[in-house]
């Protein structure tokens, strides 16, 4: 679905558009086929692809702007961009199966990409230092950790350190980290949605409320929350529990009458409110909020698009939303001051 890729806007305009990359706002690198859908089986959701553009806050030199695609073919390409002008840097192979997702690690530690396919498996890969375009698994998780396809996988911030949330049709969620030691471990979340899951998504560090409770958000203790949907028709929030050393439920979203294919946790910035979109089969993404920590969450239907929504994204700053539907279109939307939420932007494929 996803058949090509487009230069990265500038700086001053990623805000606006942050989202659009992840899905379809790219046009102009075809080196894949993005058409493939896994054959009909139990537990296996059929995603389009994922690209995924990479914005260090300062840039090293060397690394300029790096747009990352994976596609059906199992293969992952990374391409450096300059204005209208992509390069090829390097042509990733390791994946047994469609790669459904890639996404950039915090560059607090290193040029670091994760995937995730239908073979079952997340390798995390790493550029080497010394050759810029030379990348290498540094992480293949075990046959034992999923026994079905992984459909997403999400870097938590870079404050709880270096840890990757894996969502799989097998109806678990992951958790896969490293140590201070430097060994990869990893958590599970088992039967987090029947039949299986198919996102998943960090809060952000900061607790709500933080930078008004005064001393700013840096100085608050770090929270660990995600976000997850499933094709049980819910989407659920999860904390992790320090006293008992694992994950426990914390919410049930429900609102869509039908699989919901991705939940997105919005950037607060350290303000008193949570907010959350999900989209699904339905056709509907729904806004979710949060007024004050252990608070009710409430809902406001943002559209019904009339066709099934695959993928969601914020904006850095949280006020943005970019939504990718299966009609091949990514539309932008915003808040206006009376609390609607309206098209600002959109890009056909």
């Given at each position: 679905?996803?058949?090509?890729?487009?230069?990265?806007?500038?700086?001053?305009?990623r805000e606006y558009l942050a989202g659009v990359a992840l899905e379809h706002a790219h046009r102009q690198i075809r080196d894949h086929d993005h058409n493939f859908r896994p054959p009909t089986a139990p537990r296996v959701p059929s995603f389009s692809p994922s690209a995924h553009v990479f914005y260090p806050p300062e840039p090293p030199r060397h690394l300029s702007q790096r747009v990352a695609t994976c596609s059906s073919d199992r293969t992952i390409k990374i391409f450096d961009v300059s204005g209208e002008t992509?390069?090829?840097?390097?042509?990733?192979?390791?994946?047994?199966?469609?790669?459904?997702?890639?996404?950039?690690?915090?560059?607090?530690f290193g040029v670091m990409l994760a995937s995730c396919s239908f073979d079952q498996k997340v390798i995390i890969w790493k550029e080497s230092e010394k050759q810029p375009g030379a990348f290498s698994p540094i992480y293949t998780s075990p046959a034992t950790l999923h026994d079905a396809s992984v459909n997403a996988?999400?870097?938590?911030?870079?404050?709880?350190?270096l840890a990757?949330?894996?969502?799989?049709?097998?109806?678990?969620?992951s958790v896969i980290s490293r140590g201070q030691d430097g060994q990869w471990d990893a958590t599970k979340i088992p039967g987090a949605h029947s039949i299986g899951c198919t996102g998943v998504c960090w809060s952000p560090a900061p607790p709500p409320g933080?930078?008004?409770?005064?001393?700013?958000?840096?100085?608050?203790?770090?929270?660990?929350?995600?976000?997850?949907?499933?094709?049980?028709?819910?989407?659920?929030?999860?904390?992790?529990?320090?006293?008992?050393?694992?994950?426990?439920?914390?919410?049930?979203?429900?609102?869509?009458?039908d699989w919901v294919r991705d939940a997105c946790w919005s950037s607060n910035v350290g303000m008193p409110m949570n907010t959350v979109a999900t989209c699904g089969q339905d056709g509907k993404v729904l806004i979710w909020t949060q007024d004050e920590p252990g608070g009710a969450w409430n809902k406001t239907l943002l559209n019904?698009?009339?066709?099934?929504?695959?993928r969601l994204s914020w904006s850095v700053m949280g006020s943005v939303l970019a939504?990718?539907?299966?009609?091949?279109?990514?539309?932008?939307?915003?808040?206006?001051?009376?609390?609607?939420?309206?098209?600002?932007?959109?890009?056909?494929?």
């Open positions: 679905m996803l058949s090509s890729a487009r230069a990265a806007p500038s700086r001053t305009s992509q390069t090829l840097v390097a042509n990733l192979t390791g994946h047994d199966g469609p790669v459904w997702m890639c996404t950039w690690a915090h560059p607090t996988v999400a870097w938590a911030p870079h404050e709880l350190g990757l949330a894996c969502a799989s049709s097998d109806g678990s969620i933080s930078l008004v409770a005064g001393g700013g958000a840096g100085q608050a203790q770090p929270v660990r929350r995600l976000v997850s949907s499933g094709c049980d028709n819910l989407a659920k929030i999860w904390r992790f529990d320090d006293a008992a050393g694992g994950w426990k439920e914390e919410h049930q979203l429900r609102g869509h009458d019904d698009f009339g066709a099934p929504v695959w939504v990718s539907d299966a009609n091949n279109l990514v539309t932008v939307w915003k808040e206006s001051v009376d609390g609607k939420w309206d098209q600002i932007a959109a890009a056909d494929q």
